[in-house]
């Protein structure tokens, strides 16, 4: 077979793949690029989706990562509501669902991720009330339930269903929030910052439960009827119309797997190049397992700002520019009208120092490996985050007494690193 070397086709109309097509046409690269999404929504931004969509603040339209017109102007073939049945790595092809076989001189992998299940809860079968939030087709399937004194549970504690839960307190449901670790957000927080959004949750009239091991969701009989029931080991039970589970996303690599592209742990595999182990095949974003020039090892980010980053070098790569990407990530979450800031890789064994007030609100988190910054958490902090994340890049070893104390945090950097 001839493989077509002129066509860039992507797998995935996320960030990271929008982010690589547009990327790769401004490099120079002047043959056909194929985007390709199995959702029927032109591209659109999915942090909104779990804040300001679900209050009902922004429609569909409002979120587009860019405008119809943008694909054409860039000549970009945009296949929505389609999805890719299987890859072709010995023939450089994409099969199509529909039965449609494209050939591919490039390819990336930008496929995302799916909202986890939990694997070890007994759910009903067809129990209606049980819900993930993961694209805007899932947003009417929420929302409908929710409206003032309206219960909903929330099974995850973690970014995503802190934040649901924040937005459907907003409208006024009567919220339920239900977390497995011993304080929200365990993943990102120490237990200090965990008890303030702790506190955070309690004061706007959330009713948080940690601690809890889930072992069943199933439609509920006697006084629950009608309800959807989440059970606990201990033996507690919640009940409501709608039950959203969100406990994290799985990478999609199912066509990676079957298409024999080495695959750990979920994630596709790359080098610093997005390159995979097969020839002229990509990955980016949410899906790829990618080094770390600043931790070693491999790491997989799930933010937006990485996805969008990552992808766009990768289309760079692609035009023919030899671009390594080693980037410190950066996210962010709105929560009862307070934005979370997160750089780097904040864990809970570091050491941490906290510069400014959890009462006041008004914080920054430095963590700290063996003396070497990895990462901050900042709560009305953007500045102290910009400068952690080019220390975090540069292995900076901070004084952590000037780093709480000193009036200007760029003397907390008291030896510059090699």
């Known amino acids: 077979m001839t493989v077509t ?25 002047e043959g056909e690029i194929v985007l ?5 929504e032109l591209p659109y931004r999915r942090p909104p989706v779990s804040k300001e969509v679900v209050r009902g603040e922004k429609g569909a339209d409002d979120i587009r990562i860019r405008k119809a017109e943008w694909y054409e102007q860039q000549r970009i073939d945009l296949r929505t509501d389609q999805a890719v049945a299987s890859v072709s790595v010995e023939d450089h092809e994409v099969t199509l ?3 449609e076989v494209i050939g591919y001189g490039s390819l990336l992998l930008a496929t995302g991720g799916s909202a986890r299940t939990l694997d070890a809860v007994t759910t009903e079968a067809g129990a209606a ?21 309206r219960p909903v549970v929330v099974v995850g504690a973690g970014l995503i269903g802190s934040e649901i839960a924040a937005s459907a307190r907003e409208r006024g449901a009567e919220v339920t929030l239900l977390e497995a670790a011993a304080s929200p957000l365990p993943h990102l927080l120490p237990p200090a910052l965990g008890d303030f959004y702790a506190a955070l949750h309690a004061e706007q009239g959330t009713h948080l ?11 509920g009989t006697g006084d629950a009827a009608g309800h959807t029931v989440v059970t606990a080991a201990d033996g507690r039970a919640w009940s409501a119309p709608v039950v959203v589970v969100a406990v994290g996303m799985a990478p999609n690599s199912r066509l990676a797997v079957e298409a024999g592209i080495e695959v750990e742990g979920g994630a596709i595999v790359v080098d610093d190049h997005g390159r995979t182990n097969a020839p002229d095949v990509y990955a980016a974003g949410d899906v790829a397992l990618l080094p770390s020039g600043v931790l070693g090892g491999m790491h997989r980010v799930e933010h937006w700002q990485g996805a969008q980053n990552h992808g766009a070098a990768v289309g760079k790569v692609v035009a023919g520019q030899d671009l390594a990407f080693d980037e410190v990530p950066w996210c962010w979450s709105d929560q009862y009208g307070h934005t979370l800031q997160v750089t780097g890789w904040p864990a809970a ?46 292995g900076a070893r901070p004084e952590p007494g000037l780093l709480v104390e000193s009036d200007d945090l760029a003397e907390a950097l008291t030896e510059v690193p090699a």
């Open 129 to 149: 009330g049980v819900r993930t939030l993961r694209s805007l087709a899932d947003v009417d399937g929420i929302v409908s339930a929710l409206g003032p004194g």
């Open 5 to 29: 070397t002129d066509r860039f086709v992507i797998v995935g109309a996320g960030i990271a793949g929008v982010s690589a097509a547009g990327a790769a046409r401004l490099a120079g690269f």
């Open 349 to 394: 064994g570091h050491d941490v120092a906290l510069r400014g007030s959890l009462e006041a609100r008004d914080f920054t988190a430095f963590y700290l490996d063996g003396g070497v910054l990895r990462g901050a958490v900042a709560l009305g902090r953007p500045a102290d985050v910009r400068l952690a994340r080019r220390w975090i890049a540069e």
């Open 36 to 40: 390709i999404g199995d959702e029927p």
């Open 97 to 99: 669902a529909s039965g």
């Open 209 to 219: 439960h940690c601690g809890v091991e889930v072992t069943s969701i199933d439609a």
